[in-house]
């Protein structure tokens, strides 16, 4: 029986070529995509999934404040997981990270290693990272203690045993020792590092110790909690933690801090503060509605194609009714042919799956493997996903097929009725309303990431190429020669340069009651000229000069959103006022207007300037476009005589400033393609309805041009009753698409309007991709010889 039933679906299949390779097609590009999300899906939300204690670690995150405002970063001081492990017998250990960057030389080898983690020796005991060689509990306990990974242990040692061996931290001229090997950390993990230094190498570099410093929220700290252990019950401890430990201080600065407890399964996806890499729950939430939402669209295909064609089948429906067949007998045929051809589409959209993950890597910014169809549990699931796909689609047309009238169907009375034709109409519009929203969302995205680009931040970024060196004695002298090079228009030294964030400097300013107000304002340590050359704007007072010998150590710039925090109406008001940060004391001198040094997803902050040359290591050279290759080899070429112990680094600021937009570029570029995947699977059961409709109304055709209608006037006819659809799902797309683009947009603090024009180009836009799609098949009607048409049966 079955396999007469797979044999009559293989022939009715290859009978009805056309049918059948839209079906597969539309089947196998949607079941394609809904398996690149959910491989996206999947590997976002398994984020140290790896770690076999993961629902045992947690993060301690730190809230600051003050009387004016509330700091949340994802740091801590460096006693707080210290003295959380010493109170609470429940905190079975504790780990802190520092993220930093070292020079390490190996004989005349040299690199800048940026992903480096100092942590604590608890470190391997707490996360489960592949470790190839080393002492887990030892190797990261004695100052300069190192472990590589296995990537950067081939890159200095080659394949000779990289234990015991030691390289150099070119800064400091301090010698560290290989203690282990680990292997590359997986891609899932929020903790990224090529190599981990021992914590305690810090204090062995700037003579100096943080675990006595309550005020310096710079580490990373991770708790282990014992089995069983409540983190919420932890949590409600750390008031009276912070209190003890704390109290008088903060009682003193008018402050309050607050610690909290992070799951560290939710510190990628779920945290609102940074870390090491970081997630967006909300992309992972809309990239599984639009995986959906694109299978629904190709099983709505088939449901549309099937019952559209459902007349062609009326006769054969009654005669094996004639001949005995039952309703469910021909219920399961019409099922297993709904079931070939998504098993069919099954087979095709694997391997479309792979060639088209790479691109989709390249676009997401990620790095996932098909490795996940080799696990059978998976492969298993997809493949359920498309017989269900296969069954549900097929499950409607085929009760409506095998209830058809045998004796109506037989004397060629058979109407399918309006039902079939309303439900057609409904799915279609859900087609192309979901396709609307995508594109309008994708207009969007992109308007967005445009303003990003456009907007005045306030200061200048073109043209400005910055030089890392990494705090060298001879970065003075490098100054002075690069200064004298034709195209080199200004240079300055700063501690960082916008879009490469600044330090939170816990500072005190006399108010307008004239009590110094405590608070903390975001610091930069700049360089005489620095303001001129970023051509910042004065709002009051003055700049740095280097003939006031006091600038150097007694004054202060602040930005207008620092000044209003100290209650100053106007930046005037605040000239002459005194400040006290971080050990220094002076006055302001000067107020600059305010101009984005972050993120325009982020608000202004207040901001503070001081000159301070032991920490202002980035070289910022102001160039002449003209000939540009030439003046960075010249710039080079002064920077391998003067400062040959380093290598050379560079990037361009406007450059650099953009990539805060990376991951916002990235999810347009999906939502782009995932939009017009959308219009052309929409698209592909649009152009067989109108196909199928065509052929349906061969004599009316015929019989309308007998009477002397115009080829237009019938393509026109042909054609309205589908752009009808599509206006409607215009109309159905707009508010949602205005809802769900309007939320995306309270993300950021700087953001483009939702005007008029974008849904209006969308509507029309769609309407003529409908148009172009259906008027192939109506115009060919329309130019057809009346005769042949009133000569169909």
């Not at 959906?292 to 009714?321: C, D, H, M, P, Q």
């Not at 400005?464 to 034709?486: F, I």
């Not at 009590?515 to 930069?524: F, G, I, S």
């Not at 393509?715 to 939320?743: C, E, N, R, Y």
């Amino acid at each position: 029986m079955f396999k007469n039933y797979f044999k009559i679906a293989c022939r009715n299949l290859w009978r009805h070529k056309g049918f059948t390779f839209l079906n597969i097609l539309g089947l196998s590009v949607g079941l394609a995509v809904f398996f690149l999300i959910f491989l996206y899906v999947r590997f976002e939300t398994s984020y140290d999934s790896f770690n076999t204690k993961a629902d045992r670690i947690y993060r301690v995150v730190s809230d600051l404040e003050s009387r004016s405002e509330t700091l949340h970063w994802a740091s801590t001081a460096a006693p707080v997981a210290i003295h959380i492990k010493t109170d609470f017998p429940e905190v079975a250990s504790f780990t802190r990270l520092y993220k930093g960057g070292v020079l390490v030389r190996k004989g005349d080898t040299k690199f800048q290693e940026s992903n480096t983690v100092f942590a604590d020796s608890t470190l391997f005991k707490i996360f489960d990272l592949p470790l190839i060689a080393g002492n887990r509990e030892t190797m990261l306990k004695d100052p300069l203690s190192i472990v590589l990974s296995e990537t950067t242990a081939k890159k200095y040692f080659g394949n000779a045993d990289p234990l015991g061996q030691t390289l150099i931290f070119t800064t400091d001229n301090l010698s560290a020792t290989v203690t282990g090997i680990m292997k590359d950390i997986p891609e899932n993990s929020s903790i990224k590092a090529d190599m981990f230094v021992s914590l305690s190498t810090m204090a062995k570099q700037f003579n100096d110790s943080m675990d006595y410093r309550w005020r310096s929220y710079v580490l990373y700290s991770y708790l282990l909690l014992e089995p069983h252990t409540h983190a919420k019950t932890l949590e409600a401890k750390l008031p009276a933690f912070i209190d003890k430990h704390l109290g008088e201080e903060l009682k003193r600065d008018q402050e309050k801090v607050t610690l909290k407890l992070e799951p560290l399964r939710d510190v990628y996806l779920k945290s609102d503060r940074s870390g090491f890499v970081k997630g967006n729950i909300n992309n992972v939430y809309i990239f599984s509605i639009v995986a959906v939402f694109i299978l629904l669209i190709a099983a709505i295909n088939f449901i549309n194609l099937t019952t559209a064609r459902s007349a062609e089948r009326a006769k054969e429906v009654g005669i094996r009714k004639v001949v005995g067949a039952e309703r469910f007998q021909l219920a399961r045929q019409f099922l297993g042919e709904s079931l070939l051809i998504s098993l069919i589409s099954f087979v095709i959209a694997l391997p479309l799956c792979s060639v088209l993950l790479p691109l989709f890597n390249q676009m997401a910014g990620k790095t996932i493997s098909t490795g996940i169809f080799s696990h059978p549990v998976y492969v298993l699931a997809l493949f359920g996903i498309a017989l269900s796909v296969g069954l549900l689609a097929g499950l409607y047309p085929a009760l409506i097929l095998s209830s058809f009238n045998p004796i109506v169907s037989l004397k060629g009375r058979f109407s399918t009725g309006t039902r079939g034709l309303q439900l057609r109409k409904v799915l279609v519009v859900t087609q192309f309303a979901f396709s609307i929203t995508l594109i309008i969302g994708t207009i969007v995205v992109y308007m967005q990431l445009n303003h990003m680009r456009s907007h005045d931040l306030g200061f200048t970024k073109e043209q400005m190429m910055v030089v890392e060196t990494r705090g060298d004695d001879n970065k003075w002298a490098l100054r002075q020669e690069v200064a004298s090079l034709p195209n080199v228009l200004s240079t300055s030294f700063s501690m960082s340069v916008p879009g490469r964030g600044t330090y939170g400097a816990a500072t005190k300013v006399e108010n307008t009651k004239g009590e110094m107000q405590p608070a903390t304002l975001e610091l930069n340590f700049v360089d005489f000229g620095y303001l001129e050359q970023y051509k910042l704007r004065m709002a009051a007072g003055r700049t740095f000069s280097n003939k006031i010998s006091t600038d150097s150590t007694q004054a202060i710039v602040l930005n207008e959103k620092a000044a209003r925090l100290f209650g100053y109406a106007s930046p005037q008001e605040a000239i002459g006022k005194r400040f006290s940060q971080w050990g220094s004391e002076g006055m302001i001198i000067g107020v600059v207007k305010d101009f984005n040094f972050t993120s325009l997803q982020d608000e202004i902050k207040p901001l503070s300037m001081r000159i301070q040359t032991q920490s202002s290591n980035l070289l910022s050279i102001h160039v002449n476009t003209k000939d540009l290759p030439a003046t960075i080899a010249a710039i080079e070429s002064k920077w391998n005589r003067i400062i040959p112990s380093q290598p050379f680094s560079y990037f361009f600021l406007d450059e650099d400033f953009n990539e805060q937009y990376r991951s916002e570029e990235q999810f347009g570029n999906l939502f782009l393609n995932f939009a017009i995947l959308t219009i052309f699977i929409s698209c592909l059961g649009l152009l067989g309805l109108a196909s199928y409709s065509t052929i349906q109304r061969t004599k009316e055709v015929g019989i309308r041009k007998a009477m002397g209608a115009s080829a237009a006037s019938i393509t026109l006819l042909l054609s309205s009753d589908f752009l009808k659809l599509v206006l409607i799902a215009f109309l159905v797309a707009m508010p949602i698409a205005w809802l769900g683009m309007h939320q995306w947009l309270e993300g950021f603090a700087y953001r483009t309007t939702l005007s008029w024009w974008i849904f209006a180009t969308t509507g029309l836009a769609t309407v003529m991709i409908a148009f172009v799609t259906i008027s192939y098949q109506a115009i060919r009607a329309a130019l057809v010889n009346p005769i042949r048409s009133l000569r169909t049966e």
